[in-house]
């Protein structure tokens, strides 16, 4: 019903009063978006604006709502050192049913029952709390409920209300005539992530690869033709307040750009900078895609990990049952380099990434979602896709002894089971040794590499339909 209402306030503005509006903003000579990855945007805006000679109030109104307005630059192209700002200000009270009512407080104005059409002329003592008091000639209060008002009249529009954003300034300029300027600000609800598709092929042995940035303004402006860049990495930013304009948003548009729009990459600061080569439509409320990596044939591996001890914390841990997790699923994971070498020879911003693989019929079907890292060109990219349905594991404590007052010994036995028909799998089995840094290991039924100061990896292959147990027994010591 707010809404509505609102509605009905500015339509009958418009017809009993005068709709007061700050001069129209010019056309833009050029708009450049840079988009972060936080959630941030720098947008630089050209316009040719028409200055007297000494002290000019301008007012631009074509800016996002959710700008940041300690961020905002103002600067001549045509007479930098001629012209300077005197003032700078963020205008934000916009006309609203609120706004409205605040202002008319002790004034006459009109009210219209939706029920039946009643209209009650007086004067407005408030309007809060989802009611409207007025006060009519004779005295008496007449109370009506916000969701009962078809119609309000207003004489006019109170000074100082506006209908959008507005950046005001104070400029003082040396010369008369018109003059390019370069508006400068940093805006909230834009942001942009790496969306990835993989197709892994039949045998796990290579993929392809398609990346799309995924690019969300919810910014309060749309931006016609504009240079879009964005910036991956981590760019720090202190914490901002919550902006002002808008509390909610329309459902989003999607909109997508054809798979042959070339997007150049080059390395910014310590980030990477991915810039569209042709300007851009971006609009308010909008999701839009454009692809810009890809490849084929890129060398893959998949592999099956049973990982169920605890982490190592840096402190002693001397409870008996501490390490027994409970832990039988065994992850599937995939892993492939972003390496020329590889068949890619990219970077890979963060994002999302899934992973297809097709179906005896061709229709590729989902096999594994989750999210990477910024990658940078060389290193590996390792996925979690899921847990096996037919392997299965157990580890179970067999033997815990406190041989001295600094020296105990705990022996495991787990077990690996293999319910394919026709396939043998390797299993990676990583144990942390996680009582403490002391530590030896005394036996063991397999053959295990040392992967860190605190862990060890068996790697048993499970023949299909059989089972492998793996046991051993480690020994700690740690200072009296």
């Given at each position: 019903m707010r809404k509505i209402l609102v509605g009905i306030l500015l339509t009958t503005l418009l017809v009993g009063g005068v709709f007061v509006q700050a001069q129209d903003t010019p056309e833009s000579d050029g708009v450049s978006v840079t988009v972060y990855n936080q959630g941030t945007a720098l947008v630089q805006d050209r316009r040719t604006l028409n200055f007297e000679a000494g002290v000019n109030t301008i007012n631009f109104t074509d800016v996002a709502s959710q700008i940041d307005a300690t961020s905002v630059s103002f600067q001549s192209i045509t007479d930098p050192e001629g012209t300077s700002v005197l003032e700078q200000n963020y205008v934000y009270d916009l006309v609203n049913s609120e706004a409205l009512l605040e202002r008319y407080v002790d004034q006459v104005i009109s009210i219209t029952t939706i029920l039946d059409g009643q209209t009650f002329?007086?004067?407005?003592?408030?309007?809060?709390?989802?009611?409207?008091?007025?006060?009519?000639?004779?005295?008496?209060?007449?109370?009506?409920?916000?969701?009962?008002?078809r119609d309000i009249q207003f004489p006019a529009l109170p000074d100082g209300l506006i209908t959008r954003p507005t950046l005001r300034w104070l400029v003082n300029s040396q010369l008369a005539g018109d003059q390019q300027v370069e508006l400068t600000y940093l805006t909230g609800g834009m942001s942009w992530t790496a969306d990835y598709n993989?197709?892994?092929?039949?045998?796990?042995?290579?993929?392809?690869?398609?990346?799309?940035?995924?690019?969300?303004?919810?910014?309060g402006?749309?931006?016609?033709?504009?240079?879009?860049?964005?910036?991956?990495?981590?760019?720090?930013?202190?914490?901002?307040p919550q902006a002002l304009g808008r509390a909610e948003f329309e459902i989003m548009e999607e909109?997508?750009?054809?798979?042959?729009?070339?997007?150049?990459?080059?390395?910014?600061?310590?980030?990477?900078?991915?810039?569209?080569?042709r300007n851009v439509t971006i609009g308010d409320n909008e999701t839009k895609q454009i692809e810009f990596v890809n490849g084929t044939n890129i060398t893959a591996d998949t592999f099956f990990v049973y990982d169920s001890s605890p982490q190592?914390?840096?402190?002693f841990v001397q409870e008996d049952f501490y390490g027994q997790t409970g832990v039988?699923?065994?992850?599937n994971y995939l892993e492939f380099s972003t390496s020329a070498e590889s068949g890619l020879g990219a970077d890979l911003p963060a994002g999302r990434i899934r992973v297809y693989q097709e179906d005896v019929d061709g229709a590729a079907l989902l096999i594994g979602e989750n999210r990477i890292d910024h990658?940078?060109?060389?290193?590996?990219?390792?996925?979690?896709?899921g847990n096996a349905f037919d392997l299965v594991g157990e580890r179970i404590q067999t033997d815990f002894t406190i041989i001295a007052g600094n020296v105990l010994t705990e022996s495991y036995e787990i077990r690996l089971r293999n319910r394919k028909d026709d396939?043998?799998?390797?299993?990676?089995v990583p144990e942390r040794l996680f009582r403490w840094s002391n530590w030896q290991i005394l036996e063991a039924s397999q053959p295990y590499e040392q992967l860190d100061a605190f862990t060890v990896e068996f790697r048993p292959t499970v023949q299909p339909g059989e089972e492998v147990v793996i046991t051993y027994t480690v020994q700690y010591s740690w200072p009296r």
């Open positions: 002329t007086g004067t407005l003592l408030s309007g809060r709390g989802g009611s409207i008091i007025l006060q009519q000639d004779n005295g008496e209060v007449i109370v009506i409920a916000s969701q009962n008002v993989i197709l892994l092929a039949n045998g796990d042995a290579s993929l392809n690869l398609d990346g799309w940035v995924t690019l969300n303004n919810n910014s402006r749309s931006f016609t033709d504009a240079q879009l860049k964005l910036v991956a990495g981590d760019v720090n930013r202190l914490p901002q909109a997508a750009f054809a798979a042959d729009d070339a997007v150049a990459q080059r390395e910014f600061f310590e980030y990477q900078l991915y810039e569209v080569n190592y914390f840096g402190y039988t699923d065994i992850g990658t940078p060109e060389g290193e590996d990219v390792r996925i979690y896709l396939e043998a799998v390797e299993i990676r």
